[in-house]
């Protein structure tokens, strides 16, 4: 079955559609469900964080973390230090959304994402660091070569080490 | 944009991929998120309901409740009167997911919706009972005779009156 | 610090707050948050599940599966086997909850508890079974003495096995 | 029925149970619940946020903006314009949190919170602007003379205006 991400460099029909800015290239497509309306019945601000999380780990995936997928305590997984969010205007009810990221940054432990979530441009913008730690041990997990080259050759102008 | 429901009747290699029995034909993709599973790394048992709520939304929205996507307290929405539902197989991180819908009773206030969640084969099953109700005043709203007749007209051959 | 959950029997004047039917013993507070209400501003109607997924979750720790604290897949775990559910009437932003749980049915593997959402009165009802599983082999589990012994003790009017 | 916050000086032990820092009075004690964990058995990064969010409008109902209680898109209800927020140290199943906020900022129409959530020491902190908007006209609300006396008195030492 076809993987659930989009390549944007062959999309540029997509980014049009959402009026994105350039520099993304990575996206996945979502749909603001009724469930995730708050009471104001605007997309709730927790649910950005959902679709920038399930960004994160597609894309640590592609570039072949596959063993994320398993949630085993026994492989990296990425753990937040922190998040820095802004909120540009409310979504609603059945919006369709673009959501994007790009690692901006990769060092020997950890990296950091920059996310954004599109609708006709930009309606929220994140960005935060990650380090990878073994969760059965708590040792942190060196970033191997392959991962690296990976992200760099995939990202190219945006990745600053 | 194009709408997120799918009309199996014309997508015949879906309903084989997924292994699902004869008799749907209203259905969404659905990918089993990391925020979504519990701590066993399951599909958490609450996460097939919001699926089928989606579902029953885009459902009646599909049929003429186009009303719905605006979440106001003023148009007929549906309350649930209750739900039953059986677990039949766990579903793990990145699991694709097709949900299913299918009216199989309309009264004059009342409608019962039957769903299934299949990954290959039948993963999850529900049905239950909603009325309409206008939110603001708490009346119950008489199901018009568009959307009866839609209903009617789409599943032909599942519905009972 | 103190246990989440009330033994009902020793506040005879929650049972009142709360206007709640006899036999039952096991209960926790909740409170309606902003971010489990839906866009009509009611509480939605996945919020009960997981109040009873708690209930339940903490009854079985009080009689001894102490092991579903830590949420390893080496010990017996409920997989839920189906629910039913009845909603009764809209809760709103803040409304206190007292909810309640027992169990009406015990066998070798397996479990059946009944539970319910007060809050002047019956706001949601539901039953349901579950067995016990080892995660990691996918053995089920043979229900201990001890858990039945105290669940038994503990229900004594309620129990039918 | 009580409120469900906590006036912290009015209960010094508990912040000594859950060895918080100085300069916090307003709290909420939460439990971390099953499906609020993710698959790795750690309460997940969005959950924060929403008790974040219960504590923010809490705050709110307590000094004086009742109407927030009833979701009503008539009434002023805080929009988000962005959060900070850093992860400390992982929560697991039944930790017990004490959720704090307090007033670092009042302006015309925004104000900014900050939040810290406590386990033995500090697991995560938050801080972020909103502004008051009347959602159904969109119009910015003019925090009210007396919101802003009744936050002043109650920080006294925290508030910088």
């Known amino acids: 079955m076809s993987n659930s991400y989009i390549d944007l460099s062959e999309k540029s029909e997509l980014s049009k559609d959402f009026n994105i800015d350039d520099g993304w290239r990575f996206g996945m497509i979502r749909t603001a469900r009724f469930a995730d309306l708050d009471a104001l019945a605007h ?3 927790t649910t950005y964080l959902r679709y920038f999380e399930d960004c994160r780990l597609q894309y ?3 570039h072949g973390l596959t063993t994320i997928q398993k949630c085993s305590p026994k492989h990296p997984s990425p753990f937040l230090l922190g998040l820095e969010i802004k909120y540009l205007k409310p979504v609603n009810h059945c919006d369709k959304l673009l959501i994007t990221t790009r690692c901006i940054k ?3 432990t950890s990296m950091t994402l920059e996310y954004s979530a599109w609708t006709n441009g930009c309606a929220a913008w994140c960005v935060g660091a990650f380090v990878f730690v073994i ?3 708590g ?3 060196t970033i191997d070569k392959n991962l690296k ?4 050759k995939y990202e190219l102008k945006t990745v600053s080490i």
């Not at 080259?149 to 760099?152: A, G, K, N, V």
């Open 149 to 152: 080259d990976s992200i760099l």
């Open 135 to 137: 969760p059965d041990t």
């Open 43 to 45: 997309l709730n601000h």
């Open 60 to 62: 640590l995936i592609k």
């Open 139 to 141: 040792d942190k997990w």
């Open 106 to 108: 990769i060092g020997n």
